[in-house]
């Protein structure tokens, strides 16, 4: 040890992926709360000529808040909390720190290209896969980094045994690659062709039915290993960190990981309830959607019960706060996915507004809360200050939480609304409402969706200017905290 | 077993992926071989029709569409026949679609025109006035390319064996021809509409966007 | 010829009850193992707490200081 006295673990990977989190949070949210206005107030479809329409704008927000903010939240907190919890520090090894750095920037460069080829109106509309060939590549390459990024630090790590949070991180890593690979597979149409047309334009490996298939298995699971995994990854170190409560039991993380794992591949045929593929697989994809709530609570019920004895913290630290109302999001969606996996219910929910519905409060209330969360815990580690402002945690809070319960609110009732009217029938069988009445009805709910929108989007500015903040003008640490992040009233 | 796989960063990762691939494997593989086979009749797209799909495909129209009638009373009133698998078999991609914030598309040719397509992109509003879709305008001045579609219809043919230049069914051809096969078809769906600047389009020889799109439309039946 | 489909259902329904079993097997060996005291489980929650660089371990790696062996 002796040796290592000066040794401190290096941030600088996990500072550069946190300013891309809070830029793409900021972008990607920007534009969604702008794409919700667009429903209820169609003019604003022609604010950018073509580049403006929902069409387009649509999967710029998807793809940004996932692989833009999401994406970025997962590599910040995983360059940050990796080294601690392996006990090495990057700046061991210059070949890890070249890694690194080249993985932030590569895939930077990446995101912003990825993201100017669908405004251009370059898309292999494959949700959540949109992007064409050239930038599957450059994501391949970016995987690729973390992969060598990651196995190479576990390769010169001091602490013997993985901590769980790695465990769901190597998940991460292996679950998004093979989902992503199979789904991409493509050809590009100019090269088979003999060099006619766009270079851009590739079809996909799979069709029809089949590439639905592949679609949802992906869409499914690539929520689960992006939106899920290395959110648990996340939440089983800082709550206890936070908290200076070890997890509640260790053994129930093992366990709901390996629950996780064998189950929720299991469940993405659920979204192809009533479509053309064979009938008991679907319901096959109902039960395992059912069976899954048990790892999802596992989890969530042990992050909870690590604040046993400890609640009072819940009032008094504002970080706390949000990584528990994380967690109950988590409960919350994770119950209600498979209710809406279950035929009958689907029969109603789906192709309606319940299904995004679902979806955002998944986003805001877990994944947004926990990478907040995260990154506030690790500022005054990181820029060696203390927290900006407590007052404005608290505040972020309760516009975002009120934001979420308005969104979704919003969203059920739109939602089950639609779906009752598109089946209503009069007393001699008829049709009750011709489509656009179905939709005329909406309007109240999108314009209460948009102000949840812009809710919680005001909460990520705020949180932004208390980054920033943080970063700069903060008291100065003579010492890293150990527990509790200190943060000025 | 267990302890060793806990101690082994190499193993557990080959363990986790053996995990989660062995569900795709049999959730997704066996079905392929069923689900591909086209229903009787159908024919490849033609060029033009494709060119088509391909700009639904690149203006996310799926952001609002589907391409899905389910079995249920309500759907097959409301937009025709229920969906079949094999009536996907040439969509590559598929284009499903997961939200109806708009009606279902599989069937519109079945009740909407060339002329009704043609008011209703350029602005939505004249034809549904509550409608909150968005007008495409630009659509009518852009070119379709028309050259990016025969590639994918090459592509197709070559590696998938979609049965282009079959008895009776669509031709392919060389480059040029099809350029000229596809210029016909827009002459035939331009006569149909009243928009001044497509009309001398194609009199040039140039196809609009908004003709292939509309080529795709009437062809969804 | 044997239907794909049914062999896929077979495929799906063995493969879910070795899961299961797998898994049962896995509770009752974190179980056993600690009633039987070869391993403490939770002390693995540590790693978290106490995190700095300069902690000990809570169990060394014994690969770092010989020659690397081929499990990176």
């Known amino acids: 040890m002796q040796s290592n006295a000066a040794l401190e673990y290096d941030y600088s990977v996990a500072k550069l992926f946190t300013y891309a989190t809070i830029l793409f949070g900021i972008l990607g949210m920007s534009v969604g709360v702008l794409i919700a206005a667009q429903l209820a107030f169609p003019e604003l479809n022609y604010l950018f000529g073509e580049y403006g329409t929902f069409s387009r704008l649509r999967p710029v927000h998807t793809n940004t808040v996932i692989f833009g903010f999401m994406i970025s939240g997962i590599w910040a907190t995983y360059y940050y909390l990796s080294q601690r919890v392996l006990k090495v520090s990057m700046a061991e090894s210059k070949f890890l720190m070249f890694i690194g750095k080249l993985h932030f920037w590569l895939y930077f460069v990446g995101a912003l290209a990825a993201v100017v080829s669908l405004l251009l109106g370059i898309s292999a509309s494959k949700e959540y896969a949109e992007f064409e060939w050239p930038i599957d590549i450059v994501i391949v390459l970016v995987w690729v980094l973390w992969g060598i990024s990651m196995f190479g630090l576990i390769g010169i790590r001091r602490e013997k045994s993985l901590y769980i949070s790695m465990w769901y991180f190597i998940a991460t890593f292996l679950g998004v690659a093979m989902l992503y690979l199979f789904n991409n597979m493509e050809v590009p149409t100019y090269f088979v062709s003999g060099g006619i047309g766009s270079i851009m334009n590739s079809v996909s490996m799979y069709s029809g039915t089949n590439d639905a298939l592949v679609q949802w298995w992906y869409g499914h699971n690539a929520v689960a290993f992006v939106f899920t995994v290395p959110i648990i990854a996340m939440n089983y170190y800082f709550l206890p960190k936070e908290s200076g409560q070890a997890i509640y039991s260790y053994k129930l993380s093992l366990l709901s990981f390996w629950g996780l794992m064998f189950v929720y591949l299991w469940a993405g045929s659920h979204h192809l309830i009533y479509s053309t593929v064979p009938d008991w697989m679907q319901t096959m994809g109902s039960i395992f959607s059912v069976i899954l709530i048990l790892p999802s609570w596992g989890s969530a019920i042990n992050m909870l019960l690590t604040m046993k004895g400890e609640w009072n913290q819940l009032t008094e630290n504002p970080i706390i706060k949000l990584l528990v109302l994380g967690s109950t999001f988590y409960m919350l969606s994770t119950i209600e996915g498979p209710i809406q996996s279950i035929k009958s219910v689907n029969a109603i929910a789906h192709f309606t507004d319940w299904i995004p519905g679902h979806v955002h409060d998944g986003v805001l209330g877990w994944v947004g809360f926990m990478t907040f969360a995260g990154l506030l815990h690790m500022a005054p580690r990181m820029f060696k200050r203390e927290i900006h402002s407590k007052k404005l945690i608290e505040l972020q809070f309760w516009l975002q939480t009120t934001g979420i319960v308005l969104y979704f609110t919003a969203m059920w009732i739109a939602g089950i609304t639609q779906g009752m009217m598109w089946r209503a029938v009069d007393e001699y069988g008829n049709l009750m409402y011709s489509f656009i009445d179905t939709v005329a009805a909406l309007h109240p709910y999108w314009v209460i969706r948009t102000l949840a929108g812009v809710l919680y989007l005001s909460g990520v500015f705020i949180f932004a200017y208390n980054m920033i903040k943080t970063m700069t003008s903060s008291k100065e640490l003579a010492q890293e905290p150990k527990n509790q992040s200190p943060m000025a009233a | ?221 | 010829m044997i239907n794909l489909v049914e062999v896929q259902g077979y495929a799906r329904i063995i493969m879910t009850i070795v899961l299961v079993i797998i898994l049962y097997g896995y509770i009752l060996h974190l179980y056993r193992s600690e009633k039987k005291g070869e391993r403490d489980y939770e002390k693995y929650g540590k790693i978290a707490l106490d995190d700095d660089i300069t902690s000990t371990p809570v169990e060394k790696n014994p690969n770092l200081h010989q020659k690397k062996e081929g499990e990176k």
């Not at chain 2, 557990?12 to 062995?22: C, E, N």
């Not at chain 2, 060339?114 to 008011?119: L, M, P, S």
């Not at chain 2, 016909?184 to 292939?212: F, L, S, T, Y």
């Open chain 2, 1 to 221: 077993m267990f302890h060793w796989l806990e101690k082994n960063p190499f193993f557990f990762a080959v363990g986790v992926f053996l995990v989660i691939a062995f569900a795709g494997v049999i959730e997704i593989l066996p079905s392929f071989a069923e689900a591909s086979r086209p229903v009787v009749g159908l024919k490849p797209y033609t060029v033009l029709e494709l060119a088509g799909k391909n700009i639904y495909k690149n203006e996310n129209c799926i952001t609002c569409h589907s391409q899905l009638i389910r079995p249920f009373k309500s759907e097959t009133d409301r937009y025709g026949q229920v969906s079949l698998s094999g009536e996907y078999a040439y969509d590559r991609p598929f284009l499903w679609g997961s939200r109806r914030i708009g009606p279902d598309l599989h069937r519109v040719g079945n009740y909407r025109s060339t002329d009704w397509h043609e008011n209703h992109m350029m602005d939505p509003k004249s034809v549904v006035p509550q409608s909150i879709m968005p007008a495409y305008p630009y659509m009518f001045t852009k070119m379709a390319d028309i050259d990016t579609a025969y590639a994918e219809a090459l592509t197709v043919k070559k590696v998938f064996a979609t049965p282009y230049d079959a008895p009776n069914g669509t031709k392919l051809g060389t480059l040029e021809e099809s350029r000229a096969a596809a210029l016909e078809e827009a002459k035939v769906i331009a006569a149909d509409m009243k928009n001044k600047e497509v009309k001398d389009a194609v009199a040039r020889g140039e196809i609009p966007q908004i003709v292939a799109l509309i080529a795709y439309l009437n062809r969804l039946k």
